[in-house]
């Protein structure tokens, strides 16, 4: 029993990794707590069960490309919404993300209605709804080792670009000093663009994988699962990436056991419980640089 | 090389250059001293286009830079050493160097500077995979002059590399300015430590509130009475 709560809040925790991280990046660059983030895990979600129904792709190709039209929908939000404020306080580029999503949020409701779908069953492998093997007392499908691959192979290539590339790089030097960066020759806006492009990316396939394990999507998921991941972005300390993945494993552990041994019905709550304790002993989070340490 | 005429910068209303005029030739390092607010940091930041002049005219080469943004500036061939080095302190002193790259695409020619940049300043080798955060104030300023050399630059913008830095420190980073500026590199250099700055400079302008007042030979400006006074605190 503990275990297989253990190992179900492992899966839903690294699907908050895998939204968390895109909070964390963004935050990173240009000191902004993205709001729309959670609907582009939204849209990744509803694109990809589109694609599969409207134009027959299948489900891996479906995923790929709502992967990359997601991460084209982040770098216009920026463009659109954010670039003109960048110079502006931040309660206004705040606020605007708040209206990007509400925004997002009925363009969705429009398009594809305000009551939940299922996932498109037909398109997924039979073997993801199979268990895949027995590990001691904890049963483990398919989908979940889908999800597992998946999302540390993500997190792994994700960490690679961020420490390995060029682009990376900049990216880590702008958040640590945006003038100097400016100054090396970095064009500051590309790598703001980037930086969208990787998180929201990584959101959409957040939103694809929760739309397969718990079998329903609707406009408005992207609301919880937007504020969980952010709170694990805040829990790991806002700004890490390490600190945001981790965040994310711990929160949908907490979650998990917690709606396991306590109620179903405070499951969320507890997840905010954890996040609020770990504020109060550690205010800069489980990984994050001690706060007014910034430059 | 490079010219400012007449340029007017302002901070929202407050106005911090109030028509700076001034040149530096190729191969020369010219020095602007100047006291706290005069506006160094602003006349830098104007030529590096992160403060846009309002009014007036920034020159390199012959063309009209003015404009344009920070990174084609770099690209064109003008680097700054920001004041208080702004050197990156959670990248590795490695990669601080490889940013001072950052537009290069010549990988072999990066790998040579790299070394070349070692070889100025053989602490920062020492120290090449630990954080830039966690060096001495005098190799920050190492480091953050290594890093614009990365970028091979013509022109050299260095504002107060001596500021903090122990007298010692201070003679050996005036000799790598001095080194670097025969190795063929234009130096425009701000400094507070008037002294210092002008027995390294070829040519000196004076900067009050936002207004050039002086300028001249460096020889001569030593032996001026006003700079003397108010800049050297001598007689
Ligand atoms: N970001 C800013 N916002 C508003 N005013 C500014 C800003 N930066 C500089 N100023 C003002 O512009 C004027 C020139 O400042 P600047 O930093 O260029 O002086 P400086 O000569 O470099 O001084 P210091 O020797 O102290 O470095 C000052 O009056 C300063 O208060
Ligand atoms: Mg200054």
Redo the contacts between chains.
């Keep these: 029993m503990f275990e297989q709560q253990l190992f179900n809040g492992l899966t839903l925790g690294l699907i908050y990794a895998l939204i968390a991280v895109g909070y964390t990046m963004v935050y990173g660059v240009i000191e902004l707590i993205n709001f729309a983030h959670g609907e582009v895990y939204m849209l990744g979600a509803f694109l990809c069960i589109t694609f599969i129904q409207a134009l027959g792709v299948p489900l891996f190709p479906a995923m790929v490309l709502a992967m990359a039209c997601c991460a084209g929908i982040g770098v216009l939000i920026d463009q659109i919404a954010y670039k003109p404020l960048r110079k502006a306080p931040r309660l206004a580029a705040l606020i605007t993300a708040i209206g990007v999503s509400i925004f997002l949020q009925n363009i969705a409701m429009i398009i594809w209605g305000s009551r939940p779908v299922p996932f498109t069953r037909s398109a997924v492998p039979a073997a993801f709804s199979e268990t895949a093997f027995t590990l001691g007392s904890v049963n483990v499908s398919g989908l979940q080792v889908f999800i597992y691959a998946l999302t540390i192979a993500m997190m792994i290539g994700l960490t690679l670009i961020i420490n390995k590339t060029?682009i990376g790089?900049?990216m880590?030097?702008l958040a640590?000093?945006a003038?100097?960066?400016?100054?090396?020759?970095?064009?500051?806006n590309r790598v703001i663009s980037f930086t969208f492009a990787l998180g929201s990316g990584l959101g959409a396939v957040a939103g694809i994988l929760v739309g397969m394990y718990y079998n329903t999507l609707s406009a408005t998921m992207g609301y919880n699962a937007g504020v969980k991941a952010f709170a694990a972005a805040v829990l790991g300390g806002i700004g890490s990436v390490p600190g945001a993945m981790l965040g994310g494993v711990v929160l949908g552990v907490a979650e998990t056991l917690g709606a396991g041994y306590v109620s179903s019905q405070y499951r969320d709550g507890l997840g905010y419980a954890v996040m609020i304790a770990v504020i109060l002993l550690r205010p800069s989070g489980l990984l994050g640089k001690s706060v007014g340490q910034k430059? | 090389m490079l010219s400012l005429t007449g340029v007017n910068t302002y901070y929202g209303s407050i106005h911090a250059l109030k028509g700076v005029t001034l040149t530096v030739n190729q191969g020369e390092i010219v020095t602007l001293i100047g006291a706290n607010g005069a506006g160094k940091t602003t006349t830098l930041m104007s030529i590096?286009g992160?403060t846009v002049p309002r009014q007036g005219t920034v020159e390199f080469l012959g063309e009209d830079i003015t404009k344009l943004?920070?990174?084609k500036i770099?690209?064109r061939g003008i680097?700054?050493v920001?004041e208080g080095r702004?050197?990156?302190?959670?990248?590795t002193v490695r990669?601080n160097l490889?940013?001072?790259a950052?537009?290069r695409n010549d990988k072999d020619n990066v790998k040579a500077d790299e070394e070349h940049v070692y070889e100025l300043f053989p602490k920062l080798l020492e120290r090449s995979k630990q954080h830039g955060g966690t060096l001495s104030g005098g190799e920050q300023q190492m480091l953050a002059i290594g890093?614009a050399l990365m970028?091979r630059p013509k022109v050299l913008l260095l504002d107060e590399p001596s500021l903090g830095l122990a007298p010692i420190v201070v003679e050996n980073i005036f000799e790598i300015i001095q080194r670097i500026n025969r190795d063929g590199v234009t130096i425009l250099l701000v400094e507070q430590n008037a002294q210092m700055a002008l027995q390294v400079a070829h040519r000196g302008y004076v900067l009050e509130t936002g207004q050039v007042t002086l300028e001249g030979p460096a020889k001569d400006l030593l032996e001026d009475p006003k700079v003397r006074s108010a800049y050297l605190g001598l007689d």
Excluded at chain 1, 179 to 188: D, H, K, Q, R, Y
Aim: glycine content about 4%; cysteine-free.
């Design positions: 060029r790089t900049a880590r030097a640590q000093n003038t100097a960066a400016a100054l090396m020759g970095i064009n500051v430059a | 590096s992160v943004s920070t990174e770099v690209a680097t700054q920001p702004m050197i990156f302190p959670r990248l990669e490889l940013m001072g950052y537009l890093r970028a």
